[in-house]
């Protein structure tokens, strides 16, 4: 199976910050990754689909960027409403898998 | 609106079995993929397996973990989905999603999910 990492697994910021969280992929999976978003107690929200994809509905400060191995959700200025987990899933391989998580918190 | 609802959770023992529900409303899954999600208590998402549209095949295909235990169907005429899960593990402890898989192009993405439903595996 194709292993997905985010590392850190947490992340200090203030609102107004400029964020990137990140995903590495075990091997290249072209632009199939997808971004979630999910806060506690709820189901997760689809942010970002292939790699830099804005879902529709979801503010444009989240981009997303990468290829092959590498990716980035980006948050260009942090919203209070924005502390959550973000989950990076590939969908390149008919198996999906999902990094850790990286639990964005405020500082 | 569109909406998943789990049902079927609840407390079993090692070894035990049970049926997951996630019947759809505001939309029909006759031409949708659907997936199943599972989040163990404090720990991160895990993808459990989909099973396709009858169109595209019907088929399934399973997380490592749960192939051999956990068999998906659908009853497109209920409007729901299944998920029965046999030789139940402690480890199988978790909130159990159901999502529908988008398609744009050749990107495919877990676009609406359940609120889920909670497994509890213990004796």
């Known amino acids: 199976d194709i292993q997905m990492t985010q590392p850190p697994s947490s992340l200090s910021a203030s609102v107004g910050d400029r964020v990137t969280i990140t995903c590495r992929a075990s091997?290249?999976?072209?632009?199939?990754l997808n971004w979630y978003q999910q806060k506690p107690g709820k189901a997760p929200k689809v942010l970002i689909y292939?790699?830099?994809s804005l879902q529709s509905g979801v503010p444009s400060r989240f981009s997303g960027s990468g290829s092959g191995t590498d990716f980035t959700l980006t948050i260009s200025s942090l919203q209070p409403e924005d502390f959550a987990t973000y989950y990076c899933?590939?969908?390149?391989?008919?198996?999906?898998?999902f990094g850790q998580g990286t639990k964005l918190e405020i500082k | 609106e569109v909406q998943l609802v789990e049902s079927g959770g609840g407390l079993v023992k090692p070894g035990g079995s049970l049926r997951l529900s996630c019947a759809a409303s505001?939309?029909?899954?006759?031409?949708?993929?659907m997936n199943w999600v599972r989040q163990a208590p404090g720990k991160g998402l895990e993808w459990v397996g989909r099973?396709?549209?009858?169109?595209?095949?019907?088929?399934?295909d399973y997380a490592a973990p749960v192939k051999g235990r956990f068999t998906f169907s659908r009853d497109d005429s209920k409007n729901t989905l299944y998920l029965q899960m046999n030789s139940l593990k402690t480890e199988d402890t978790a909130m159990y999603f159901c999502?529908?898989?988008?398609?744009?192009?050749?990107?495919?993405?877990?676009?609406?999910w359940g609120k889920g439903t909670t497994v509890t595996v213990s004796s």
């Open positions: 999502t529908t898989e988008r398609i744009t192009g050749s990107y495919y993405y877990m676009d609406v």
């Open positions: 505001g939309f029909t899954i006759n031409n949708a993929w």
């Open positions: 099973i396709k549209s009858k169109p595209d095949g019907g088929a399934t």
């Open positions: 091997q290249s999976i072209s632009s199939y």
């Open positions: 292939a790699a830099s």
């Open positions: 899933q590939q969908s390149y391989s008919t198996v999906y898998t």
